[in-house]
């Protein structure tokens, strides 16, 4: 069975394709004007795989991901969509994610979310009626054509399903195994937390292989090039679970009139130790509101989407043998 309105498989295919992924995060907008979304998106296009549209990050209100991610699946850009459990109750998460595969959306980021504290109306009610292991289980349910209540979809949605991890966040023992707790939900793939503190990711990705996790789903680093030293006390200081090492900050701060340059180059460097690291699929650039600065990154490291290397004839038997793949694991 498949959707009546079929996304794409790009971004499954290249990471199925073994080639090293590139992803990145844009800003969905503070404005119901797609203008700003769209010239975001065209900024980054060529230099990626697929595009992550986040769910009000940090707890702050932004023009719905879901309608971003179908103004840009419609313009041939292929979205990997944020859900995250803070703001919608396990019934609207079903509703939501059956909306985003009637829009093409196949890309679904499982997220647990920032809470409310942390934005702009700290008073507002958090719902969090399950997390992101529950929402990959949800979701997985809805793939195997049930809602939870037991009730038949047909045809269900076809979702590539993904979450995130953090290595930073303490206690560090725990990361692997709670990576391993998404993959046995059902996470196909995922993306990492911002990587500044090189050393310590490594550690984790050291343990992640002894779990042998690397093998079973591909995991994207995160990078972000730093655009001030404002932003990177605020990284350090304000944003849970962020490791900025304070020589980072350092050399921003002593970067002056020549900021936004130390600062790519700082990405520059961190893209280049995580490829010494064996077990990353690919990269996810995060450049928070800097979406110009994806295109510098790509030209100092070399990164290109895994698509861009693929010949055509390729493309279509990788593209064919995922399809079937996934057709036989519904039906299973």
Request: charged share 25%; hydrophobic share 45%; proline share 7%.
């Amino acid at each position: 069975m498949t959707t009546a309105y079929p996304g794409t498989r790009g971004f499954e295919d290249a990471l199925a394709g073994g080639r090293m992924v590139v992803t990145c995060e844009i800003a969905t907008g503070d404005s119901p004007d797609p203008a700003g979304l769209m010239r975001r998106a065209a900024l980054v296009r060529d230099h990626v795989d697929a595009v992550n549209l986040p769910d009000n990050t940090a707890g702050v209100a932004h023009l719905s991901g879901l309608a971003a991610a179908g103004l840009l699946a419609a313009a041939g850009i292929e979205p990997i969509l944020h859900v995250t459990c803070r703001d919608t109750n396990r019934i609207g998460l079903q509703s939501l994610l059956l909306g985003a595969a009637a829009l093409g959306v196949r890309n679904i980021l499982c997220l647990t979310g920032d809470h409310v504290v942390h934005g702009d109306q700290p008073d507002a009610k958090p719902v969090f009626d399950i997390d992101s292991v529950g929402l990959l289980r949800v979701a997985g349910s809805l793939r195997a054509g049930r809602y939870l209540s037991g009730r038949p979809i047909a045809p269900p949605p076809d979702l590539f399903l993904g979450s995130t991890e953090n290595p930073f966040a303490p206690p560090w023992d725990f990361r692997p195994l709670r990576l391993r707790k998404k993959v046995e939900a059902g996470a196909r793939f995922i993306q990492t937390q911002i990587v500044f503190n090189v050393p310590r990711f490594r550690e984790f990705m050291a343990r992640v292989r002894d779990l042998g996790l690397d093998r079973q789903v591909p995991i994207l680093a995160g990078v972000a090039p730093i655009r001030s030293a404002r932003a990177a006390r605020y990284m350090r200081d304000r944003i849970p679970g962020m490791d900025v090492p304070e020589v980072l900050v350092r050399r921003m701060e002593q970067a002056s009139g020549r900021a936004e340059e130390e600062g790519l180059r700082i990405g520059a460097e961190i893209v280049e130790e995580l490829r010494t690291i064996p077990g990353l699929a690919g990269f996810h650039l995060m450049p928070i509101h800097w979406e110009e600065a994806v295109a510098e990154t790509a030209r100092r490291t070399g990164l290109r989407p895994a698509r861009a290397s693929m010949a055509p004839a390729e493309a279509a038997a990788l593209a064919t043998a995922t399809r079937t793949a996934s057709e036989g694991e519904r039906c299973a």
